[in-house]
Each structure stands twice: as C-alpha cells, then as structure tokens.
C-alpha cells in the first residue's frame, strides 16, 4: 500500500531557529503534497498544497515566509519553520496525493 | 454553514455496540468522501472512502452516502474498545483542488 514517511517524528528547538520536516511517498509518486497543523483536541488545518516543480499554495492566514515549503521531486515534499516560536509549537502532518489520500506519522514540533 | 460539519461529540457506546458516526456537507458538488481515524498522538489513518450514492461495507465498517441529503455516515458494528479514536470526515470538493476539507471530528469512546 501507499506509505508516506516523515521525519523527525519529534523535535525540540530553541526561539528563532528553523526546523526542516521532511515528507517522502516511498512506494508512489505524488504529484500533490499537503501539509497540516494541529493543535491539541482540535482538527487538522491545512496550512499549504504544494506540487512538485510549483510553488506552494498557501492557506488564508499562513505566512509563506514563515513556513517555507519545497516540493522538489515527486516523492519529497519538505516544510520549514523559520525564525520558530513558541506559538508555532504544534503537531505538523503532511500527506501525499497518489490514488488516495494518505498521511505521514506527524512531527511533534515543540519551540523553547 | 461550515464546508464540513461533524457532531463534536463526544459519543459513547458499550463494546459490542453500534457506533454511529455522522458528516454533513455543504458543496452539493463533492465527489469524494472519506472517513479517518485518528489514535490521540497519532496522524490520521484511512477507515473508509465512498464516491457513489449507498452503502460500502469494508469489515465491521460501513459507509453510507447521499449526496441528494449532502450527508455520509459510518457505522461500526461490534464496536471494540482498540476503536476509541477520533473520527474525520473529508471531503474533496469538486473543481481543480485536489485539497481535503476536513471536519471536526468525533471522539468515540468504547466502553469494556
């Protein structure tokens, strides 16, 4: 089946500095990557799509500076927090177009 | 109206029950529907996607769609405890995005 894999599945960083997650579709090509945030015991909110070779597009009220995403290949999609605080702490999932929709294991980003 | 609308819940059934999980939708349009779950920590995983008006059974899951009343369901028969989880309804809109409108979603709990 189709398996997303995303990494660091956890991350502690200091105030302004950034964070580099990565997406890759292992086993399908995806021409179409998502990425969501989390709060805790609220819903996933998508924050960008992203298409390889395009620039991403991003959601009403997420800072395309901020969080910087590249979607280089058809099998790597990767989101970085720049400049991190601790508001952006948070549980960052991407997921990968391919005949269905399916998810990485998430990236517990917590900022200190 | 919200794009996606979910009960918040929480729902509570016996083991051995019938869990019984609702999603309305706005865009009359929308072809596809999906129902994930999602273990607390964990991203979301695919129970069930449905594209055509009725029912698709998939083990003790089943999906119901209609798309005149702009509503899907999931029904879990023989609820398990390894059940409790909370459940998102998707949807995929029609025109050109290929982006998922996700809802709320519903904490089940499965009592022993």
């Known amino acids: 089946g189709a398996v997303v894999s995303q990494h660091p599945s956890r991350v502690i960083c200091k105030s302004g500095t950034s964070v580099k997650i990565e997406c890759r579709s292992l086993?399908?090509?995806?021409?179409?990557m998502f990425w969501y945030r989390q709060f805790p015991k609220q819903s996933l909110m998508l924050m960008a799509t992203?298409?390889?070779?395009?620039?991403?597009?991003?959601e009403q009220g997420v800072e395309k500076d901020k969080f910087l995403i590249n979607h280089a290949s058809l099998t790597l999609s990767t989101l970085t927090v720049t400049s991190a605080h601790p508001e952006d702490s948070s549980f960052y999932i991407c997921?990968?177009?391919?005949?269905?929709?399916?998810f990485g294991s998430g990236t517990r980003l917590t900022v200190v | 109206q919200k794009e996606v609308e979910q009960n918040s819940g929480p729902l509570s059934v016996p083991e051995g029950a019938i869990a019984s999980l609702n999603c309305t939708y706005s865009d009359r349009g929308s072809q596809s529907f999906f129902w994930y779950r999602q273990y607390s920590g964990k991203s979301p995983e695919l129970i069930m996607s449905i594209y055509s008006n009725g029912d698709k059974e998939d083990g003790r899951f089943t999906a119901q769609l209609n798309k005149a009343s702009q509503y899907v369901s999931l029904l879990i028969r023989d609820s398990q405890p390894s059940d409790s989880a909370t459940y998102l309804c998707?949807?995929?809109?029609?025109?050109?995005?290929?982006?998922?409108?996700f809802g709320k979603g519903m904490k089940l709990t499965v009592n022993p």
């Open positions: 998707a949807v995929k809109r029609q025109g050109g995005s290929e982006k998922l409108v």
């Open positions: 086993d399908f090509q995806a021409t179409t």
């Open positions: 992203s298409n390889e070779g395009s620039k991403a597009t991003y």
């Open positions: 997921s990968a177009r391919g005949r269905g929709y399916t």
